[in-house]
T-cell receptor
Framework: DAKTTQPPSMDCAEGRAANLPCNHS???????VYWYRQIHSQGPQYIIH???NNETNEMASLIITEDRKSSTLILPHATLRDTAVYYC???????????FGQGTRLTINP | GAVVSQHPSWVICKSGTSVKIECRSL??????MFWYRQFPKQSLMLMAT?????????EQGVEKDKFLINHASLTLSTLTVTSAHPEDSSFYIC???????????FGDGTRLSIL
């Protein structure tokens, strides 16, 4: 699986959009980008995933650059409950195993 | 949505005892489940892949005799920490996927404290 690089921490004001970047410059053509988050003392929660098109669901939007070397997870209206560690993971669809990096610790401030 | 349940949520026991953690897929069947371990302020580390009806596959550096995995049915995998010692104290998390290409879903974890 391709390696990902994320900033170790970010802050965002409550009610504003939180934009979390992820670099995956060695991604291969059949690898998807997955985002999970882990709220303190809980198991990771699936957020969204995509291959090359932008994706949106009830939780977030995923913007993948045209060359697929980076992506951005967008939480449109961050709340205090969005404070968590966010993990960007790249893997092929058929491989179930997930390899977690260090993620980004997002803090939403009131 | 897909739900994965773990039991117990937390356990405290004496050094030298064995502890069993259960992972259940509540609304789907899973031929494969995954076990992770997470130490404080660190990321999740994959320990092993649990395969229904066959032996588990362990990651490098994980002792198979120390961490016994049983996946006897399509909805249940168990992790037994044998002869646990304080260094085994950690947050243990399992995951499973409802099907090919579908995202992994995680249990809420089991916090194990060995005194």
């Amino acid at each position: 699986d391709a390696k990902t690089t994320q900033p170790p921490s970010m802050d965002c004001a409550e009610g504003r959009a939180a934009n979390l970047p992820c670099n995956h410059s060695t991604i291969s053509g059949n690898e998807y980008v997955y985002w999970y988050r882990q709220i303190h003392s809980q198991g990771p929660q699936y957020i969204i995933h995509g291959l090359k098109n932008n994706e949106t669901n009830e939780m977030a939007s995923l913007i993948i650059t045209e060359d697929r070397k980076s992506s951005t997870l967008i939480l449109p209206h961050a709340t205090l409950r969005d404070t968590a560690v966010y993990y960007c993971i790249v893997r092929i669809q058929g491989a179930q195993k997930l390899v977690f990096g260090q993620g980004t610790r997002l803090t939403i401030n009131p | 949505g897909a739900v994965v349940s773990q039991h117990p949520s937390w356990v405290i026991c004496k050094s030298g005892t064995s502890v069993k953690i259960e992972c259940r897929s509540l609304d789907f069947q899973a031929t494969t489940m995954f076990w992770y371990r997470q130490f404080p302020k660190q990321s999740l580390m994959l320990m092993a892949t649990s395969n229904e009806g066959s032996k588990a596959t362990y990651e490098q550096g994980v002792e198979k005799d120390k961490f016994l995995i049983n996946h006897a049915s399509l909805t249940l995998s168990t992790l037994t920490v044998t002869s646990a010692h304080p260094e085994d104290s950690s947050f243990y998390i399992c995951s499973a996927s409802p099907g090919f290409g579908q995202p992994q879903h995680f249990g809420d974890g089991t916090r194990l404290s060995i005194l």
